[in-house]
T-cell receptor, first 118, second 114 residues
């Protein structure tokens, strides 16, 4: 079974530009999550999509946005890039999140997209 | 708001010795707790989770973790460390309600020396 895939692997942009990152979840997974992993800051939650709807959003400015397509793949868009946006962007997927209290499906992560903003 | 603290930026242990990576959490209600591992230039790999039941949880690669509700801790342990265990380890917590999200700690680098 194929895991979570992300494209591109690496990306170099200049300040002020816009970027789109892509993620394909594991087959059968309906939830897609986006995280930012900046040096020294750990993983910061960005966005959560499930069944095409945005379910939750982290503490990031509106220039970070995304969407989920009918096939459950997802895009993360970042407008007006700033130097501090340089980070590894990780996508994860899971089965439907609303389960009985005795269970919760863990998230499976892709390899990430390394974004460098110059 | 929920939070995770991993008090050690780095843990050093000799191969063959037991290892512990510490994690404490804060969340409303009963927690869902997770450990993930990240190897260089890779995404995160799931190690184990605590949802309910037995406080000692066994996971991948010989790792285990003990849930301690009174101390709000979920320390990761392994009886005998391997050099190949050297990696970045993340603890994460989620409340067991609605569209609650995962909150990760800042990570602990584990270095196992030969």
């Amino acid at each position: 079974e194929a895991g979570v895939t992300q494209s591109p692997t690496h990306l170099i942009k200049t300040r002020g530009q816009q970027v789109t990152l892509r993620c394909s979840p594991i087959s059968g997974h309906t939830s897609v999550y986006w995280y930012q992993q900046a040096l020294g800051l750990g993983l910061q939650f960005l966005l959560w999509y499930d069944e095409g709807e945005e379910r939750n959003r982290g503490n990031f400015p509106p220039r970070f946005s995304g969407r989920q397509f009918p096939n459950y793949s997802s895009e993360l868009n970042v407008n007006a890039l700033e130097l501090e946006d340089s980070a590894l962007y990780l996508c994860a997927s899971s089965l439907i999140p609303l389960l009985p209290l005795s269970s919760y499906n863990e998230q499976f992560f892709g390899p990430g997209t390394r974004l460098t903003v110059l | 708001a929920q939070s995770v603290a991993q008090p050690e930026d780095q843990v050093n242990v000799a191969e063959g010795n037991p290892l512990t990576v510490k994690c404490t959490y804060s969340v409303s209600g009963n927690p869902y707790l997770f450990w993930y591992v990240q190897y260089p230039n890779r995404g995160l790999q799931f190690l184990l989770k605590y949802i309910t039941g037995d406080n000692l949880v066994k996971g991948s690669y010989g790792f285990e973790a003990e849930f301690n509700k009174s101390q709000t801790s979920f320390h990761l342990k392994k009886p005998s460390a391997l050099v190949s265990d050297s990696a970045l380890y993340f603890c994460a917590v989620r409340a067991n309600s609605g569209y609650s999200t995962l909150t990760f700690g800042k990570g602990t680098m584990l270095l196992v020396s030969p």
